[in-house]
């Protein structure tokens, strides 16, 4: 069999039988890799992602270094906001920040639809170009910012600490924020069908902001569009994973999003959310990322109790809970990454899992 004919990562995407848990690292093309840091001394963050060749370069490093079981476009969420006509700045130590917020429901008609063709070329060109020197080791995961998270940024501005400003339209003026949302829903479908036509093999949705809503909030204004989403940019073959942080405390509404992975912080039980989610979705994650600082033979007895919660059988990609820090060092990722490969395929042994608590 060809190499791209059978991935590891799309085979427990799916919750088929795989002879061991694939892994891979949220942010894992970024800062704690020295030869990031070395391309990042000669170009600022989004002249990086604004260049296919810096982002193909900067997305196969850790599939060189580390050997993972997928590649994730080096981009970020923001190229949506940004695409929409809303001026960004990174800056250092403090991140990205929109210049200019939504603040009154009179801005939104001014943000432009999204044409991914033209406006986001870039990033369509940087697949296409993975695409062609991975030439099927491992598969590509598209990605986008999930409509709550972009709305976030899009009103706050920046990082926030109260969310202030977004909790005011989610109490004061709900009909507001959905017009908002609708408008970048319309925006990431568009953007995550043009990823997978460029060659994207999966797609994953941040929610990084889904847990400072209230719980019918997160009914109402996360994942009623996330659904709707993960509905119209469906693709045979393609598997879909919904990201959101902070919101263990409604897994079994988490059930509902109909993606076919459902990717978990680090707080969460992964015996717990098998049960309740099992039956219908695989599980991505979920060692704390902080975990990483401890020395490689504490990182493999975790990623061992990991593995374990989660328990014998398919439907399990193994990840942090959130994404990778700066200063861990690459050792102690590479100790996580050979820790699944080498503990894993036990629980995927039928005759050795028999014997399993
Ligand atoms: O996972 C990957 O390696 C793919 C690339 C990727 C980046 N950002 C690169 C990046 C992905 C998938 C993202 C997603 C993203 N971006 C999210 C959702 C996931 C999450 O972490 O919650 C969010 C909220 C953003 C917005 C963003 N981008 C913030 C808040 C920051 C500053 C904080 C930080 O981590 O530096 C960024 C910058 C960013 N995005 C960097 C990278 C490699 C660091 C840029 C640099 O200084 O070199």
Avoid at 76 to 105: K, N
Avoid at 244 to 264: E, F, I, K, M
Wanted: with cysteine.
């Amino acid at each position: 069999m060809k190499p791209e004919e059978r991935h590891l990562f799309i085979e427990a995407c799916f919750r088929r039988p795989v002879e061991r848990t694939p892994v891979w690292m949220m942010r894992q093309a970024g800062r704690y890799l020295p030869e990031y840091r070395a391309i990042r001394e000669k170009y600022d963050f989004i002249t990086m992602y604004k260049t296919p060749e810096l982002v193909a370069e900067v997305t196969l490093q850790p599939v060189h270094r580390l050997q993972v079981d997928a590649a994730i476009l080096f981009s970020d969420i923001l190229v949506i906001p940004e695409a929409m006509g809303m001026a960004l700045e990174f800056r250092e130590r403090q991140g990205p920040v929109l210049l200019e917020p939504i603040r009154q429901v009179g801005q939104i008609p001014s943000l432009k639809p999204v044409e991914p063709e033209t406006d986001l070329n870039f990033v369509l060109e940087g697949i296409r170009l993975v695409r062609r020197e991975l030439e099927g080791r491992v598969p590509l995961i598209g990605f986008s910012g999930a409509p709550w998270t972009l709305a976030t940024y899009m009103i706050e501005g920046g990082a926030s600490r109260n969310f202030g400003h977004i909790k005011r339209w989610r109490f004061g003026q709900p009909d507001a924020l959905h017009q908002l949302l609708e408008r970048i829903s319309d925006a990431v479908v568009a953007y995550c069908r043009a990823q997978i036509a460029a060659g994207a093999q999966a797609i994953q949705l941040f929610d990084s902001w889904a847990g400072i809503l209230d719980a019918a909030g997160f009914e109402a204004f996360a994942l009623r569009y996330v659904r709707k989403i993960i509905q119209e940019i469906r693709t045979p073959g393609v598997p879909i994973i919904y990201f959101a942080r902070g919101v263990g405390a409604w897994l079994p509404r988490l059930a509902t999003c109909g993606a076919d992975v459902v990717g978990l912080d680090w707080q969460v039980d992964l015996r717990t959310a098998r049960q309740i989610l099992g039956p219908r979705m695989a599980l991505q994650g979920n060692l704390d990322p902080t975990a990483l600082y401890a020395p490689p033979p504490v990182i493999r007895q975790l990623v061992r109790e990991m593995l374990k919660r989660y328990g014998a059988g398919s439907g399990h990609v193994a990840n942090l809970g959130h994404g990778i820090l700066p200063d861990v060092p690459v050792e102690h990722a590479r100790a996580f990454i050979e820790a699944v490969k080498t503990e894993s395929p036990v629980f995927h042994n039928t005759s050795e899992t028999e014997r399993l608590p």
